[in-house]
C-alpha cells in the first residue's frame, strides 16, 4: 500500500476537521460479552465478562462489522453445540445434518463425505463470508483483504498525524504557548 504524497494530502480534506462534516460521524459502537455453559435447558451463566465501546467513523464502523461476520461465521459451528446433548455421536450428527443435509437434502455416505472434504478444501482457501449482496451473492474477502483492511486503517492514523503535523508547524509558536511549551 503506497502512502500519501504531499499532494495527495492537499487534494483531501484534512482528518482533522471530517469528522464535523455532516455526512461523516461517528459511530459508537457496543462490545459485551456473557459466559455461558451447559446444554439445552441446563444453561447457566449469563454474566458479563467482558465489555467496550469503539468510536468508529464510518470506516471503522464497516471494517468492524466485516470483522464481527467473519468471526461470527467461523465459530457458529462450535459454538452450535451449546443446545446439543454431550455425547459425540449427538453433536457429530447435529453437525453433519446442519452444515451439510439439511432438511431437503438427501445424501449418500458417499457423498457426504464428499462433501464434507469439499468444506475442508474450501476452508483451506482462506476466503471469509462477510454477507450478501442485494441479489443475495455470497461476498468473501481473502486473507490479505483483511490484512488490507488493518493496513488501511493504518494509512489513516499516519494521515491524520502528518495532518496534526502540518497544523501544528503552520502554528507552531500558537500551539507551544498554548501548551505551556518553551520554544
Known sequence: MSRNTKKDQKEKK???TQIDD?????????IKSRYYKGTGENITGGDQIKSGVIWANSKGQEIIYKLFIIVKEELSPIVSLMNTPKDIFTRTSHILFTNFVGNERKLKG?????????EIKELKKNKFTIGMD???NILEVSLED???IFLTLREQ???FFEDILAEYQ?????YNKDLFIDD
Open 22 to 30: 455532516d455526512e461523516c460521524g461517528v459511530y459508537e459502537i457496543f
Open 146 to 148: 483483511i490484512v488490507n
Open 157 to 159: 492514523k499516519i494521515h
Open 134 to 136: 442485494e441479489d443475495f
Open 110 to 118: 458417499s457423498e457426504l463425505e464428499q462433501a464434507i472434504k469439499d
Open 170 to 174: 503552520k502554528r507552531r509558536q500558537e
Open 14 to 16: 484534512s482528518l482533522i
